[in-house]
C-alpha cells in the first residue's frame, strides 16, 4: 500500500496496480456448467432462433422478476428500440439526460425526439416535477431510466403517464435484481428493459431483454424481434434481428445462478468502500435504500471539489495514472452529445442538476474481479491524493503542458 504522498504516480511513484484495474469487469459464474452448456448446444446443433437455452432464460428472468413475459435480445439497445416501436411512441419522447446514450439513440434511430428532463440530483433519477414541465401535445411517452440500480419515482412516473395518457417505459439496464416498494423491478410501467452485457450484474457477454405484462406487447416485440415473422413464410409486422444466440443465453443462465454470490461479493466491495471513503472529506458513496433489493453493481462516489481539495476530473487523472480505470458515468451527459448537442444548443440551461451531478460522478471498479486489498490501495490512493492538493494539481498542470505522446501513460 502507498505509505506516502511521494508514493502517488501522479507525483513520480510507480503505478499501484501493474494490470489496468477496470470498472465492469464481467461475473464470470461456474465455467465448468458454462461449458457442460455450450457442450450440450454444441451436440444439439442449435445455435439461435429460439433454441432452449434462450428459452430457458426468458422463464427464469419472468419468474424471478415477477413479470407474464420475458421476450429475450441481442443488446438492451435494440430491446429499447422494438420496445419503443411496439409502444407505436411517436413525436416526442420524455427522457433523462443522465444516462448512457443508447437511451436517446433508440428513440432519435427512429425518428423520435428524446426530449431531455433534468433529474434529482440525490437520487439521479427523473424529477418528477421536471417531467410534468416538459409535457407537449407532440409528447407520447416518458422513458425513466433506473440508474445505477436505484428505482426511478415509479409512482409519480406512473401517475403522470395516467393522466396525460402517455406510454410508461422503463430503461433498467442496470436493475436486474433490484426493487421498488418490495416488488422487484421488472413488473412496472408498459414494459421494462433489461442490459445483460458484459458490464452488468447478470450478463450474456451481449444481450439484452423486454419484460412486460402485456400478452399483445408480448406478442408484438416477439414478431419484432425475429424480422416479423408470424409462421414460415408469413410475415405480419416490419421487424428486425434482435434474437439472442443461445451462447449468450448459455453465459446469461450460468452467471444467473451465481446472482446470489455476485450480489454479497458487490455488497462486500461497496461495505469498504464506504468504510474507507467515510474519513476522506469531500468524497461520498451513493447509498442504496436498505429497505429494497439491489445488486451493489456500482460503487460511484461524488466528489465535493471545494471539500475534497480536487476536483472529479482531476482525482480521474490520479487513478488513471495509477492504472485504476475510473469512468466519469455519464459526463457529459446526452444533450452534449451528437446529434443532440446540435439539435438543443441551449439544453444545459436547462438541466442544471445533470450538468452538476454529470461533473461530479465517478465510477470505482468493483464485482467479483475485484478484492478488499485493491480497494484499500485505491482509497488510500484517494486520501494521498486529497490530502496533498496543492502537489497533485500542481504535477497535473505541469503533465497538461507535456505533450500526449510524451507523458509516461500508466
Ligand atoms: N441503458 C443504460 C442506462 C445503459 O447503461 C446501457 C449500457 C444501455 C441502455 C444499453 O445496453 P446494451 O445495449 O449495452 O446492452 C459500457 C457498456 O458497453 C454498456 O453496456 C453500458 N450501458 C455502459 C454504461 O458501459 P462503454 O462504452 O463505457 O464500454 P467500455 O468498452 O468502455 O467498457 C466499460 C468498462 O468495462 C471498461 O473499463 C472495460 C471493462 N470491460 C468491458 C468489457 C466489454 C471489461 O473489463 N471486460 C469486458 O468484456 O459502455
Not at 407474464?68 to 413525436?91: D, F, P, Q, S, W
Not at 420524455?94 to 437520487?123: G, K, M, R
Not at 396525460?164 to 442496470?174: I, R, V
Request: net charge negative; glycine share 8%; charged share 20%.
Amino acid at each position: 500500500m502507498k505509505a506516502d504522498k511521494s508514493a502517488l504516480s501522479i507525483l513520480g511513484g510507480p503505478p499501484a496496480f501493474a494490470e489496468p484495474l477496470h470498472v465492469g469487469r464481467p461475473n464470470v459464474g461456474d465455467r465448468s456448467r458454462l461449458l457442460q452448456r455450450i457442450e450440450a448446444m454444441l451436440d444439439r446443433r442449435w445455435l439461435s432462433n429460439q433454441g432452449p437455452l434462450v428459452s430457458e432464460f426468458e422463464e427464469r428472468i419472468a419468474a424471478y422478476v415477477g413479470a407474464k413475459h420475458c421476450i429475450a435480445m441481442c443488446n438492451a439497445t435494440v430491446a429499447l428500440e422494438i420496445a419503443i416501436r411496439a409502444l407505436g411512441l411517436t413525436g416526442e419522447v420524455i427522457v433523462p439526460a443522465f444516462t448512457f446514450i443508447a437511451t436517446a439513440h433508440a428513440l432519435q434511430w427512429q425518428e423520435i425526439t428524446p426530449v431531455f428532463c433534468d433529474i434529482d440530483p440525490n437520487t439521479h433519477t427523473l424529477d418528477p416535477e421536471w417531467v410534468r414541465r416538459m409535457i407537449t401535445p407532440r409528447t407520447s411517452g416518458i422513458i425513466g431510466v433506473h440508474v445505477w440500480g436505484r428505482a426511478c419515482p415509479i409512482d409519480a412516473l406512473t401517475e403522470i403517464a395516467d393522466e396525460n395518457g402517455l406510454s410508461l417505459l422503463f430503461d433498467a439496464a442496470h436493475a436486474f435484481g433490484a426493487s421498488y416498494r418490495g416488488r422487484m423491478i421488472g413488473g412496472f410501467g408498459a414494459a421494462e428493459v433489461f442490459s445483460f452485457h458484459a458490464t452488468k450484474f447478470i450478463n450474456c457477454g451481449e444481450g439484452g431483454a423486454v419484460v412486460t405484462n402485456d400478452d399483445c406487447l408480448a406478442e408484438k416485440m416477439r414478431l419484432m424481434r425475429n424480422f416479423g415473422f408470424s409462421g414460415l413464410d408469413q410475415v405480419t409486422y416490419i421487424g428486425t434481428n434482435g434474437k439472442m444466440p443461445e451462447l449468450s443465453a448459455a453465459m446469461g443462465l450460468t452467471t444467473f445462478e451465481s446472482r446470489d454470490e455476485f450480489v454479497a461479493t458487490n455488497e462486500r466491495n461497496y461495505r469498504a468502500y464506504a468504510a474507507e471513503l467515510a474519513s476522506i472529506p469531500g468524497l461520498s458513496l451513493i447509498t442504496y435504500d436498505p429497505a429494497e433489493r439491489c445488486n451493489f453493481q456500482y460503487a460511484l462516489v461524488e466528489v465535493d471539489a471545494a471539500a475534497a481539495g480536487l476536483s472529479r476530473d482531476e482525482l480521474a487523472d490520479v487513478l488513471w495514472a495509477e492504472n485504476v480505470r475510473a469512468r466519469r458515468y455519464f459526463y457529459p451527459g446526452c444533450h452534449r452529445m451528437e446529434p443532440y448537442a446540435s439539435l438543443f444548443p441551449h439544453a444545459s440551461l436547462v438541466l442544471r442538476a445533470t450538468e452538476a451531478v454529470a461533473g461530479r460522478v465517478l465510477l470505482l471498479p468493483t464485482g467479483t474481479a475485484v478484492g478488499l486489498d485493491e480497494i484499500r490501495e485505491i482509497c488510500q490512493i484517494l486520501r494521498l491524493a486529497t490530502g496533498s492538493a496543492g502537489d497533485v494539481r500542481r504535477a497535473l498542470e505541469s503533465r497538461r503542458q507535456v505533450p500526449v505522446e510524451r507523458r509516461k501513460v500508466a
